[in-house]
């Protein structure tokens, strides 16, 4: 055995044990060499200190030299603490990373040494530059090259997996991390890998801690050490693997009493990670007397690299469902409920049961046939790849509430050496986090129910002059091929204005037949079995009354809307069968029940406790025919074109209760929004349909859901009625934990939707989640994520508009976030200088910029005057389902200047630059665009090149034309060839909706104002605070006791 061996050697970044030493003096502990990875060869410095501690020796000034203290004074004077080294190498890393270096680097324990004179101490809160990340190879390391420290095996705990289990657990480690900006990469701090116990526990071994390198890197599984004292070997290539620390408590997992008192230096084997700033930071400080806040607006945080701040959380659980399905708004769930206190912001999930994969990448549809579905008697849980099987492959544990199930004959399979089956690979349900199963007959309550398709169309004046009817029956003409479900499709059709037209499409007709009824208080349905008919039986005559439709009423001047009786004779038509019913709305509903009044043109109203009744629906018919129509599985799609008001407010219940959605267009002309309602109707009629579905949320014990939000009837305590359901909807959940201390380390959520395909085959789709539980807040603000958090935060805000002022949703908004920093800020403040600082975790930077978004969206911003009622009401109902890409893609729109693409002939692929939200971003002789996934709006500055503007417009722009009626791009030629395919590019990265073309004119208004200045959410704008204000408002918040 090598001398020394059985010592403690130094370990990068901890304090030094109080141990004894040999008097003498050993070299500083200074780095091997050159990092790799840097392409200078320039030498690297000793590991420094960072600061002075608190507590320990005087202050000394920057760039002055500190004495080396002798160990003998560290034995002798216990009230000393050396103070803690900076850590500027990776840590763990394998030894073929590095150059040979000299055995002799490690030596006995000593008191870390401070910079020689002769070197500068680096400014406060500045890290010193280090090379980038290295990223490991796979597998464990050479058991030659494992540092001769003698390692014993740490315990298992009782709640562990047995070594039985279906998969190997990965161990979580804190290391995940939103993309970092270009530049020198910022040092993580030394973190402890979350498999130990809760707080209050025996802390795990040390040997189970791993250091996270520089960067988001994933490590590979720690290797097991036998407990046997190793022989040294002396490093092959490079570094050997360092020590484990001393054992101590966990790192990161310092108590929030530790952390109140400046004059006490961290304790020693604990927290230490606060040391290394683990956050990012924005500068506030100004020089003294000035006026300027001395905040770089070009710095400020953007979502220009990715508009979706995702966690990579498969490297650490790999069968967990695709974050394209299930997200969390952090993936580290609190251990406690006093943790949960401290964590303010929303905690919850955001699901999108249905989203849309790339090829390849489908759901696997799995047929259990007479075996049946595996699932546990208890908690009914789907089997999943996080269940484990024990006695010989004869029982499996249930992963959500750990009963030992049998597992059934036809099911069996023997186990291998590692306790897995041996069939795992050919097994969808075991290896990966979503599955469709195909349900038996038990699954159903009734047969399953074909596709189905009623619309219900306005043919009042408005709708005929708009140009609506023409539009609407030529667009569901060219959809008929493709609705889902044929041969099995059932279709129908009623018109309305001030009586009710129905319809017979009955096959042996030549020409549909219109029936027409006038009695709106006693509604009854003359043939009805004829008024619903199956598509590729009665193809002809459908096209018949499609092609009819527009001529049938184009000298109608009727102005009145029986919408409610129309609603009620709907409902009479479908209840036996359920589907879809499509609703197109251009009057203000006037006959009958159901009619509304104008509302809203009140500005005494707002302000008041009485300004969320107009954002609610006025009369209780809607709310109870939208809990009809989901008792019977129809779903209610709103088509809104009404140049006036037309009560979004009071029409959206029908969706929102139905799992529908609204889709609205304020003044519609045919002509300019032809385009949109076709393709945005061509989606909603063939995009693939779950129908008559039920959705249901499985979690371990200890963690439960309190609200839901979104599109869905909340049957049950925790079942969600969806009538239909498909790619385009996500919905919103908040959890909360029903004990005061979790004692599982890992919580399992379940997904489940029972849905009939378009096919008629009943299904169930199956989505699995692992989520680590964690006691330390700092890991919980590293986990988080911001897309999750703004998509649940932007539908408590919403809905808390429906019962409050607007004031008071965006004062909600706002008091989470100062709440959140200011919790954040209190964890770094003992270690570190933060005066004239705002700091923040790297995965929230966007969480303050998005929260402005959001208080500035169409939804929330302003009063009376920023947003008509309608539309207000409208983009409520619309971000109450969007998914998390569209959602932040609707609050921080794309601003690109495309004049450049025009005339350099560049590839607009590569030139598709993003710019801020900002008019400092504009120039009076540019064209720009700006996409919010809704609309496109082209800006033209005073000072475009006339020849561009005539090739786009076709007109002379000295005439000042209105532009509202200009048709964009229609003529050809190379400017406007150009500028389709920068379009067409636009659109195909999102086929949900079609964006909208707005022109405006630099100083143009009030159009500018309305359609472009109110997108720059940058600025000043609705009473609204710009950017830089906004930051130093929160960060001035966040400073206050």
């Avoid at 400020?300 to 399905?325: A, G, M, Q, W």
């Avoid at 079942?719 to 599982?744: C, G, I, R």
């Avoid at 004049?899 to 971003?921: F, M, N, T, Y």
């Amino acid at each position: 055995m090598q001398p020394g061996a059985d010592k403690i050697a130094d370990v990068p970044a901890r304090p030094a044990p109080f141990l004894p030493s040999n008097p003498q003096n050993p070299p500083p502990f200074t780095s091997s060499g050159p990092v790799v990875g840097v392409g200078s060869s320039r030498p690297t410095s000793p590991f420094i200190s960072s600061r002075p501690i608190a507590g320990s020796v005087p202050s000394i000034a920057p760039g002055a030299s500190m004495p080396n203290f002798p160990r003998a004074m560290a034995a002798s004077d216990s009230s000393w603490i050396p103070p803690p080294v900076r850590f500027n190498g990776p840590a763990n890393v394998p030894p073929s990373a590095y150059s040979k270096q000299d055995t002799s680097v490690y030596q006995p324990t000593q008191a870390p040494r401070f910079t020689p004179p002769a070197q500068p101490v680096p400014p406060f809160g500045i890290t010193p530059q280090a090379g980038p990340p290295v990223i490991p190879p796979s597998g464990s390391l050479p058991s030659s090259q494992i540092s001769p420290v003698p390692i014993s095996i740490p315990s298992v705990a009782s709640n562990q997996m047995t070594p039985s289990a279906n998969f190997p657990l990965p161990p979580f480690q804190p290391s995940l991390s939103a993309p970092r900006p270009p530049g020198p990469p910022p040092q993580p701090p030394l973190q402890a890998e979350y498999n130990a116990p809760p707080r209050g526990s025996v802390p795990q071994s040390p040997v189970n801690m791993r250091f996270s390198a520089p960067g988001s890197i994933s490590q590979p599984p720690l290797q097991t050490f036998p407990a046997t004292r190793l022989p040294h070997h002396p490093p092959q290539g490079g570094f050997a693997a360092p020590p484990p620390p001393p054992i101590g408590a966990p790192i990161g997992f310092a108590s929030r009493e530790q952390m109140q008192y400046a004059s006490a230096a961290p304790p020693l084997g604990g927290s230490v990670q606060g040391l290394i700033e683990d956050f990012q930071s924005i500068t506030l400080g100004s020089a003294p007397g000035s006026v300027d806040p001395g905040l770089d607006f070009r710095s400020l945080p953007r979502p220009f690299d990715n508009n979706e701040e995702t966690i990579s959380v498969l490297e650490k659980y790999p069968f967990n469902c695709h974050p394209r399905f299930l997200r969390l708004t952090t993936h580290a769930l609190p251990s406690s409920q006093s943790l949960l206190a401290r964590w303010h912001l929303p905690l919850g999930i955001v699901l999108h049961p249905l989203a849309e994969v790339p090829d390849g990448d489908e759901v696997p549809i799995v047929n259990f046939g007479l075996v049946g579905i595996v699932r546990c008697r208890r908690c009914r849980t789907y089997i999943n790849a996080y269940v484990t099987f024990t006695d010989a492959g004869r029982k499996w544990r249930c992963n959500i509430c750990s009963l030992m199930n049998d597992v059934p004959g036809e099911y069996f399979c023997a186990l291998d050496a590692n306790g897995r089956r041996c069939d795992l690979e050919q097994r969808p349900e075991l290896s990966k986090g979503s599955v469709e199963f195909v349900a038996p007959t038990e699954y159903m309550v009734r047969p399953p129910m074909p596709p189905l398709y009623f619309f219900v169309i306005d043919v009042s004046v408005s709708a005929v002059r708009s140009g609506l009817l023409e539009v609407v029956a030529r667009t569901i003409k060219s959809c008929l091929d493709d609705l889902p479900g044929f041969p099995r499709t059932q279709i129908g059709f009623l018109t309305f204005d001030s009586t009710l037209h129905f319809y017979s499409l009955k096959s042996s007709l030549s020409q549909p037949q219109m029936m027409v009824v006038a009695d709106l208080d006693d509604i009854f349905l003359p043939l009805p079995d004829d008024l619903l008919v199956n598509l590729s039986d009665s193809r002809n005559v459908v096209d018949a009354f499609l092609d009819s439709l527009p001529t049938m009423f184009q000298d109608n001047a009727n102005m009145e809307s029986a919408f409610g009786p129309a609603l009620k004779a709907s409902y009479m038509v479908m209840s036996q069968l359920g589907g879809k019913l499509l609703v197109f709305q251009s009057t203000l509903p006037s006959l009958g029940v159901g009619r509304l009044r104008l509302r809203g043109d009140d500005l005494r109203v707002y302000g008041t406790d009485k300004e969320h009744n107009l954002r609610i629906a006025e009369d209780s018919f809607y709310k109870q025919m939208a809990a009809d129509f989901t008792k019977n599985q129809i779903a209610v799609d709103i088509y809104a074109f009404s140049e006036k008001y037309s009560d979004i407010a009071s029409l959206g219940t029908l969706a929102k209760y139905t799992g529908g959605q609204v889709y609205h267009y304020p003044s519609f002309k045919a002509v300019p929004h032809q385009e949109k309602l076709k393709h945005e109707l061509t989606r909603d009629l063939t995009r693939e349909t779950a129908w008559e579905a039920v959705m249901r949320i499985r979690c371990t014990k200890g963690v439960r859901f309190t609200t839901y939000h979104g599109h869905f009837m909340l049957r049950s305590v925790d079942l969600l009625a969806l009538p239909a359901v498909d790619s385009d909807k996500a919905f919103a959940m908040q959890l909360a934990l029903e004990e005061t201390l979790l004692t599982t380390q890992v919580v399992f959520f379940q997904v489940a939707l029972l849905y009939t395909s378009s096919s008629g085959e009943r299904r169930i789709r199956v989505h699995t989640a692992a989520v680590p539980v964690v006691p330390d807040l700092a890991e919980m603000y590293r986990q988080a994520d911001t897309g999750a958090i703004i998509s649940l935060l932007s539908r408590l805000a919403i809905e808390n508009s429906l019962s409050n002022k607007l004031d008071d949703a965006r004062q909600l908004i706002q008091l989470k976030i100062v709440k959140c920093l200011k919790e954040y800020r209190n964890l770094y403040a003992v270690q570190h200088r933060l005066s004239g600082r705002m700091i923040y975790p790297e995965s929230l930077k966007l969480l303050p910029l998005y929260a402005l978004c959001l208080c500035k969206s169409a939804a929330l911003r302003g009063g009376f005057a920023d947003a008509s009622l309608d539309e207000r009401c409208a983009a409520g109902y619309s971000m109450m389902i969007l998914p998390i890409r569209r959602l932040l893609k609707l609050l921080y729109p794309s601003l690109i200047r495309i004049d450049e693409i025009i005339i350099k002939a560049a590839d607009s692929e590569d030139s598709l630059k993003q710019l801020p939200l900002s008019v400092g971003s504009l120039d009076s002789r540019g064209l720009y665009i700006c996409d919010d996934g809704f609309n496109f709006v082209f800006w033209l500055g005073q000072m475009l090149l006339a020849d561009i503007v005539n090739k786009i417009l076709g007109v002379d722009s000295s005439m000042f034309p209105d532009l509202s009626k200009v048709q964009f791009c229609e003529q050809d030629n190379d400017v406007t060839r150009k500028i389709k395919m920068i379009l067409r590019q636009l659109r195909n990265s999102d086929p949900s909706y079609y964006q909208l073309l707005h022109v405006v004119r630099q100083g143009e208004q009030p159009r500018e104002g309305i359609l472009f200045i109110s997108k720059l959410v940058e600025d000043q704008f609705a009473g609204g605070s710009n950017y830089s204000d906004w930051i130093l408002q929160i960060h001035r918040q966040s400073l206050s006791p």
